[in-house]
C-alpha cells in the first residue's frame, strides 16, 4: 500500500506545474507528507522525532521554476520550528542559502493553522495558513505567500490552495 502511494505521489509531483512554500505540517516520526498546490509541489519526510527533511518546487510567474532542498527541526514540540536550506533556479547567479521559523497551533477538530518566513540572501518569502484533515490521511490546505525578491523585480504574493497526502 505504501509503495502504491508513494508511486501515485511521484507521478503526481512529476506531472504537475502547480505560488506558495510547502505549508507546514505536523507530522509523527518517519511520516512522508506529499502535497500539490496552486503553483507548486512537495515531498518532506520526517527522519527522527525532530527533524523533517523536504524538497519542494514552486513555478514562480516572473522569477524561474525556483526548487528548494531544506530541514525542518521542532524546537518546541512540533509548534515551533527553526529552517534551513538551499534555494536554486532564481534566476542568474542568485542561488541562495536561507533560513527561518514557522509557528504553528495544535491541531482542533482537525484544523490548524500555522506561519512562517524565511529570508535568503536575495528573497524573503512569508506564509500565514490553515491545513484541514478531509479524509483519512489527506489534508486540505488554504494559505496566503507573500514572497519578495530583494533586488528589484515584483513582490509576487496570493491566495493559494492544495492537498497533502500522509503516510
Not at 29 to 39: D, F, L, N, P, Q
Not at 62 to 85: C, M, R, T
Not at 92 to 107: H, I, M, Q, R
Amino acid at each position: 500500500m505504501k509503495k502504491t502511494a508513494f508511486a501515485l505521489a511521484a507521478v503526481m509531483l512529476a506531472g504537475t506545474a502547480t505560488v506558495m512554500a510547502a505549508p507546514i505540517n505536523q507530522m509523527a516520526r518517519h511520516e512522508t507528507a506529499i502535497g500539490v498546490g496552486s503553483k507548486d509541489a512537495y515531498i518532506e519526510h520526517k527522519v527522527t522525532g525532530k527533524a523533517t527533511v523536504g524538497f519542494a518546487y514552486a513555478n514562480r510567474d516572473e522569477y524561474n521554476d525556483q526548487k528548494d532542498a531544506y530541514l525542518q527541526y521542532d524546537v518546541v514540540g512540533s509548534e515551533v520550528k527553526v529552517i534551513g536550506g538551499y534555494r536554486w533556479d532564481m534566476g542568474g547567479e542568485k542561488n541562495n542559502a536561507f533560513g527561518g521559523v514557522a509557528l504553528s497551533t495544535p491541531k482542533v477538530m482537525g484544523f490548524d493553522a500555522y506561519a512562517s518566513y524565511i529570508a535568503g540572501r536575495d528573497f524573503n518569502e512569508t506564509q500565514v495558513g490553515i491545513n484541514k484533515d478531509i479524509l483519512f490521511n489527506v489534508g486540505l490546505n488554504v494559505n496566503y505567500h507573500n514572497f519578495k525578491p530583494r533586488h528589484g523585480g515584483h513582490h509576487e504574493n496570493g491566495v493559494g490552495v492544495g492537498v497533502t497526502v500522509k503516510f
